[in-house]
């Protein structure tokens, strides 16, 4: 990505929607009803042959106490600080507010370059709000409609310039999941190299007020997400890039998941789907628990999505600090979570405070280890070492007096660890078979926690002269003639 722009004006002037069509989906939230945007939230967008970092800011309000309002403006003013470029928005229809020239104000001391955006000024309705935006003094303003497209080519004319000067940087693409492992392939592999390029990307996912934004915030070192004592103050998935005890990392923090009969606002729903969505951008899911109402129905949800989506998982207990005795929380919880989740056994469980920052560097530990289980390759000749053991000490059933052969078995992917075995009468093979299996698998080659597929492929012993023509009698006669003679 080549520069950074920071969308930035008043609550409710369409800054999500320009947001929203710049990056080509919908993935910052959008309603009428003023403030929905309340953190940082970072896009890669495209406009033509520009490719960019875009930045949607909470609406700015004439605020400076320590509110959600106040904090909300803070985290803008940042935003503002970060960007290579600001888009100011003002509202064509409402015309230039003093608010607004407040803020002009404001950009004019803050910001490296400023453009000056009227939205909301499709037909004549917005020709008198565009003549005022003049008198703020930001130069020539561009008329945009980010609800439907217009002004898009204006605002690639002013952005081409400004765009030059400033150095390539690669934009964040999402991970590589479900990779094929080369055909022939023998060797155990290794884990890809962790770059800045291509950081670590991590998914902090939960419910309400466990922490998640305290946590993020602590890991890279500043208050990037709003915290707060209310519930459910982060409504995006936010993601954000860090190094984290040297390792290069993008965390999204995403919003509370309640049960879906308590989620009954429309912009709650958008935002349990905007943190599912984070789930499969992400390599490495931390399941966030309260130590004080850990693995309520909801948080195994939340876990087994992850799971079901293909993503090594840690569970990460937070507010360890308020908790007393300590050593038989943590045993129970152990026992619990491989009981109530046991596709997911071994997973790493870790204790952490997010306001006092201990036990970060285990959680760090945890998650460099899940990733490389993660990304772990078994050659085929332990495999099958491995497949035929685990037959011998459980032979597969025989449904119907029927024998079923496993016969070889091959890892064909990564990221989720992925394995074929070839055999005969595949869809006979019970699930508690499949589990056992898997379960030995884990065990066999230190995969604990991650999620193992494994599929059954149909060998069998079939005729491989079904279906043919069978010679005719006279042709069979002298075939065997000539071969007589020979």
Not at 19 to 32: I, M, P, Q, S, T
Not at 182 to 204: K, N
Request: proline share 6%.
């Amino acid at each position: 990505m080549s520069f950074t722009l920071a969308i930035v004006g008043r609550p409710n002037v369409g800054k999500s929607t320009l947001f929203n069509r710049l990056v080509g989906k919908r993935l910052a939230l959008v309603d009428d009803q003023p403030g929905v945007t309340r953190d940082l939230r970072e896009g890669d967008a495209r406009l033509y042959d520009l490719r960019f970092t875009v930045i949607d800011t909470a609406g700015l309000e004439d605020v400076t106490d320590d509110s959600l309002r106040g904090r909300m403006r803070r985290l803008t003013e940042r935003a503002v600080d970060m960007a290579d470029i600001c888009l100011f928005l003002i509202d064509g229809r409402a015309g230039v507010t003093a608010t607004d020239q407040v803020f002009a104000d404001i950009l004019r001391r803050r910001a490296r370059h400023v453009i000056l955006g009227v939205n909301k000024a499709e037909g004549s309705a917005g020709d008198a709000g565009a003549a005022e935006a003049w008198s703020l003094g930001l130069g020539e303003p561009v008329r945009l409609s980010a609800e439907h497209g217009e002004g898009m080519e204006d605002l690639y004319h002013v952005l081409r310039p400004l765009a030059e000067p400033f150095a390539a940087r690669e934009a964040a693409d999402a991970p590589a999941v479900d990779v094929d492992v080369p055909a022939g392939s023998e060797d155990e592999g290794a884990a890809p190299v962790i770059t800045a390029a291509r950081p670590l990307q991590i998914a902090v996912i939960g419910r309400p007020n466990a922490g998640k934004s305290t946590l993020v915030n602590r890991i890279i070192g500043e208050d990037r997400m709003l915290t707060g004592p209310e519930a459910g103050i982060t409504r995006d998935a936010i993601s954000v890039r860090a190094d984290w005890l040297g390792t290069p990392v993008r965390i999204w923090d995403t919003a509370g998941m309640r049960r879906k009969a308590r989620v009954t606002e429309k912009l709650e729903k958008l935002s349990v789907a905007d943190g599912l969505r984070a789930v499969r951008f992400a390599e490495v899911v931390v399941v966030l628990l309260d130590a004080a109402i850990p693995f309520e129905v909801q948080d195994l949800r939340i876990a087994d999505f992850a799971e079901a989506e293909g993503r090594a998982v840690v569970v990460a207990v937070n507010k360890w600090d308020l908790e007393e005795d300590k050593q038989e929380k943590l045993a129970a919880l152990k026992a619990r979570f491989e009981t109530a989740l046991p596709q997911l056994k071994g997973a790493p469980l870790v204790a952490v405070s997010a306001r006092t920052g201990r036990g970060l560097d285990r959680l760090h530990a945890a998650i460099l280890a899940a990733h490389a289980v993660w990304n772990r390759r078994v050659p085929t000749a332990r495999l099958n070492q491995w497949l035929a053991a685990a037959t011998a000490a459980h032979p597969p059933p025989a449904p119907g007096g029927h024998r079923i052969r496993l016969r070889y078995a091959t890892q064909v992917k990564t990221r989720p660890p992925g394995f074929v075995v070839m055999c005969t009468r595949a869809d006979e093979i019970p699930d508690a078979y499949r589990r056992y299996l898997i379960n030995s698998l884990r065990e066999a080659f230190d995969m604990p926690g991650t999620p193992v597929r494994l599929t059954f492929r149909d060998q069998g012993g079939k005729n491989p002269y079904a279906g043919k023509k069978a010679p005719q009698p006279s042709k069979l006669r002298k075939h065997l003639k000539g071969r007589a003679e020979a």
